[in-house]
């Protein structure tokens, strides 16, 4: 727990010099000290271009967190430097991937919650939940009681947290081979479901996203980036835009 305590430390002390900052340039604009306020403001876009972006992605093993870490970075599994990806649980340690192209942003790999050594009651301890500026919990079918337990807890924190549906893929090619299938309403319902079993868990206003981690120009990863980037505070948005793939063919993913 304490080995990821430095990178949270690190991020609140940039927190506040940069609220620090604005309030010196209000200072020096209300004395009208122009130089002044044109240096603090120099001070401050450095301070914010140089100000951690750490990203957890989360939830019980097997539901595709890995696979979902290389997509949000623009990666292929079979790429050096991506994320391990398999049948069985892949991530043992919680495991920070650097953005390739912005390395102040940083995907988290956590275990999965509820193993033997990660139980669900520690789990957020165990993980230094401190640090993230957000939790997506990645489920592949349905989101279950340790998911639920996760993002109370989260929320307790004060922090945020969105649920991803992942593996939509493999769902809508096993649907199609039902009679009159409706791409369209097997959404519809597989997102009703998944909101609607959360509702049942004890979650206000559930936020599901709907993802193929091959297909991100397919189904909700849009609105995700769109939700995430509407979500996070003014001074870490700047970077987050460009991190995210831009899909707007499965060629470009």
Not at 21 to 27: A, D, F, L, S, T
Not at 166 to 180: G, T, V
Not at 244 to 250: A, D, G, I, R, W
């Amino acid at each position: 727990f304490y080995k990821y305590r430095e990178n949270y430390d690190t991020s609140t002390d940039n927190q506040f010099e940069i609220e620090t900052v604005r309030e010196e340039i209000k200072e020096a604009l209300l004395n009208n000290d122009k130089s002044l306020a044109i240096t603090k403001i120099k001070e401050l876009l450095d301070k914010e271009r140089n100000t951690p972006l750490n990203i957890a992605i989360t939830g019980e093993s097997g539901s595709g967190k890995s696979t979902f870490v290389n997509a949000f970075r623009g990666m292929d599994n079979r790429e050096e430097g991506a994320a391990l990806t398999g049948v069985v649980e892949t991530t043992s340690e919680v495991t920070p991937y650097p953005h390739p192209n912005y390395p102040k942003v940083t995907l988290w790999d956590l275990p999965g919650i509820g193993t033997t050594k990660f139980p669900a009651d520690k789990y957020l301890e165990l993980v230094g939940f401190e640090k993230f500026d957000f939790f997506i919990i990645v489920s592949a079918d349905r989101f279950r009681e340790n998911d639920v337990k996760l993002a109370q807890e989260i929320q307790r924190m004060e922090k945020k947290f969105y649920f991803v549906r992942s593996k939509i893929d493999n769902d809508l090619r096993a649907e199609r081979r039902k009679r009159n299938f409706s791409e369209e309403e097997t959404l519809r319902k597989m997102r009703e479901n998944c909101i609607q079993g959360l509702r049942d868990l004890g979650v206000e206003s559930p936020q599901v996203f709907l993802v193929s981690s091959f297909e991100l120009h397919l189904y909700d990863f849009s609105l995700l980036h769109e939700t995430l980037d509407r979500d996070l505070p003014e001074h870490k948005r700047h970077f987050f835009l460009p991190t995210v793939p831009k899909c707007s063919s499965s060629s470009d993913c």
